[in-house]
């Protein structure tokens, strides 16, 4: 996101190891970074995007890339691009990047809409919500497949990247 040039301020939310990821962060280059408390994350994915959108609507934002922390595979272009076709006025408040069709993430959402998604509950992510602003949403056509790549693990890292280096050419 920092790379990308066009996103800040950077927050940040893990659910479960908020500790352990804010001391990797802090000793990393990643640059400033909040972190947001969401003491009731168990309850669910929701909370912690509800903690992050609280916290976002007191900062003078034009709209929230919600971004997942475990898709490395999102490259800074796919994030200039999500920000270059941002144009709430023209009718693009939402925009999902697509591969092949398939919707992917990050996603980002132009700030009158964020109020709607403090009514999730549990494991529910804001995507769920797309199909109501139809009107405002803009499928933005990229070649990336790691934007469709969750990667919950160490190995399914190892594997998406081995994967991705087979398919550039590169035998390393």
């Given at each position: ?6 996103f ?16 990797a962060?802090?000793a990393?280059?990643?640059?400033p ?37 475990d ?102």
């Amino acid at each position: 996101m920092r790379e990308a040039g066009c996103f800040a301020p950077i927050l940040g939310r893990d659910r479960q190891r908020g500790a352990e990821v804010r001391a990797a962060l802090e000793a990393s280059e990643a640059g400033p970074l909040t972190f947001i408390e969401a003491l009731d994350y168990a309850e669910g994915l929701s909370r912690s995007l509800i903690a992050g959108i609280h916290h976002a609507l007191t900062l003078p934002l034009d709209g929230l890339l919600i971004a997942l922390a475990d898709m490395p595979l999102v490259g800074a272009e796919d994030l200039r691009a999500l920000a270059a076709a941002f144009d709430p006025a023209a009718g693009r408040a939402v925009i999902v990047p697509t591969v092949s069709g398939q919707r992917g993430n990050p996603t980002l959402w132009a700030r009158d809409l964020l109020p709607e998604m403090l009514a999730l509950t549990g494991d529910q992510g804001a995507k769920r919500l797309m199909d109501r602003f139809t009107d405002r949403l803009f499928e933005l056509p990229r070649e990336n497949p790691g934007l469709l790549a969750d990667l919950d693990t160490p190995e399914a890292y190892r594997i998406a990247l081995a994967s991705l280096r087979l398919s550039l050419g590169d035998t390393k």
